[in-house]
């Protein structure tokens, strides 16, 4: 329940607490049903996070056909690794790189590179500020950080060489990721700066899990709109691929036209257990 009610950690970053809790919770004794329905609650309450929906299926899947489950974990982590070596590769040695949000793959990236002569840019990543956690890990790595409003953000593009995001589902249309990553991707294009996604093959939205996906709506909690206005909260948008310059996955760079598509068998009980929830509105 406290990893369906975070806002700040990436989909990387949920999946690894999740999958340690479940594996915790295997080992203690608790029944696979009940688990099911834990994690049934946490993709109800992030809808956007592809690569919990398609990990959990495989998982369970895995579970009920008693295969190994810690190869596939075993599969993202190593697929994790490389594309943060590619992305760290891809990065200048001096100047100045920005980034989005708090992203566990692009962290995986800075831990990868030389430190001292690397600036990133940062906003704040309102309104969870998660902005602010991604900069406190880069900082205790050593960077050199500016920090700046998010509608900022865009303008100081021009002031560095490349930009990258990280994902939460990747789609046919185009990356999902925190509200204000399409405006960057503009700014990047309108600049002539190179914008890079890091993704992961288990991100990949596919087309028979379209029911567990949503982008998810906030009720508008967070702004300090006039009263007579309808607060609009929506804290993810779709940057289309036409504004992307390519995305590392698969442990590759590629076009956008040449992600890796791959269907993902529905797990029953998973599914189950999601619909009782969906019907109960969560609760």
């Given at each position: 329940m406290e990893l369906s009610q975070n806002r700040v950690l990436g989909s990387s970053a949920i999946l690894r607490e999740s999958y340690d809790a479940v594996m915790d919770a295997l080992a203690g004794g608790v029944e696979v049903e009940e688990i099911a329905r834990s994690i049934a609650h946490l993709l109800y309450s992030h809808p956007t996070m592809a690569v919990l929906i398609n990990f959990f299926h495989r998982f369970f899947n895995a579970l009920e056909n008693d295969k190994e489950?810690?190869?596939?974990?075993k599969e993202i982590d190593r697929e994790a690794e490389e594309n943060?070596?590619?992305?760290?590769?891809?990065?200048?040695?001096r100047g100045k790189v920005v980034?989005?949000?708090h992203s566990l793959s692009?962290?995986?990236?800075?831990?990868?590179?030389?430190?001292?002569?690397?600036t990133v840019i940062l906003s704040e990543g309102r309104p969870y500020y998660e902005g602010r956690v991604m900069a406190e890990k880069l900082l205790q790595l050593g960077y050199k950080v500016e920090f700046t409003y998010d509608a900022f953000l865009p303008a100081m593009v021009q002031e560095a060489e490349m930009v990258f995001i990280?994902?939460?589902?990747?789609?046919?249309?185009?990356?999902i990721n925190r509200a204000g990553s399409f405006a960057l991707a503009l700014a990047a294009k309108q600049f002539k700066k190179p914008f890079f996604v890091i993704g992961h093959t288990s991100k990949v939205l596919y087309g028979h899990l379209n029911s567990y996906f949503s982008l998810y709506r906030e009720n508008g909690d967070h702004l300090q709109a006039p009263r007579g206005c309808k607060p609009r909260g929506n804290i993810f948008d779709l940057t289309p691929w036409k504004v992307v310059s390519?995305?590392?996955?698969n442990s590759m760079i590629v076009s956008p036209k040449d992600i890796p598509f791959r269907q993902i068998k529905t797990s029953s009980l998973l599914h189950r257990a999601y619909q009782e929830i969906k019907g109960n509105g969560n609760k």
């Amino acid at each position: 329940m406290e990893l369906s009610q975070n806002r700040v950690l990436g989909s990387s970053a949920i999946l690894r607490e999740s999958y340690d809790a479940v594996m915790d919770a295997l080992a203690g004794g608790v029944e696979v049903e009940e688990i099911a329905r834990s994690i049934a609650h946490l993709l109800y309450s992030h809808p956007t996070m592809a690569v919990l929906i398609n990990f959990f299926h495989r998982f369970f899947n895995a579970l009920e056909n008693d295969k190994e489950v810690r190869m596939i974990w075993k599969e993202i982590d190593r697929e994790a690794e490389e594309n943060a070596k590619i992305a760290s590769s891809l990065m200048p040695p001096r100047g100045k790189v920005v980034l989005f949000s708090h992203s566990l793959s692009l962290l995986k990236a800075m831990e990868e590179r030389e430190r001292k002569n690397l600036t990133v840019i940062l906003s704040e990543g309102r309104p969870y500020y998660e902005g602010r956690v991604m900069a406190e890990k880069l900082l205790q790595l050593g960077y050199k950080v500016e920090f700046t409003y998010d509608a900022f953000l865009p303008a100081m593009v021009q002031e560095a060489e490349m930009v990258f995001i990280g994902s939460d589902a990747i789609t046919s249309q185009g990356v999902i990721n925190r509200a204000g990553s399409f405006a960057l991707a503009l700014a990047a294009k309108q600049f002539k700066k190179p914008f890079f996604v890091i993704g992961h093959t288990s991100k990949v939205l596919y087309g028979h899990l379209n029911s567990y996906f949503s982008l998810y709506r906030e009720n508008g909690d967070h702004l300090q709109a006039p009263r007579g206005c309808k607060p609009r909260g929506n804290i993810f948008d779709l940057t289309p691929w036409k504004v992307v310059s390519a995305v590392i996955i698969n442990s590759m760079i590629v076009s956008p036209k040449d992600i890796p598509f791959r269907q993902i068998k529905t797990s029953s009980l998973l599914h189950r257990a999601y619909q009782e929830i969906k019907g109960n509105g969560n609760k």
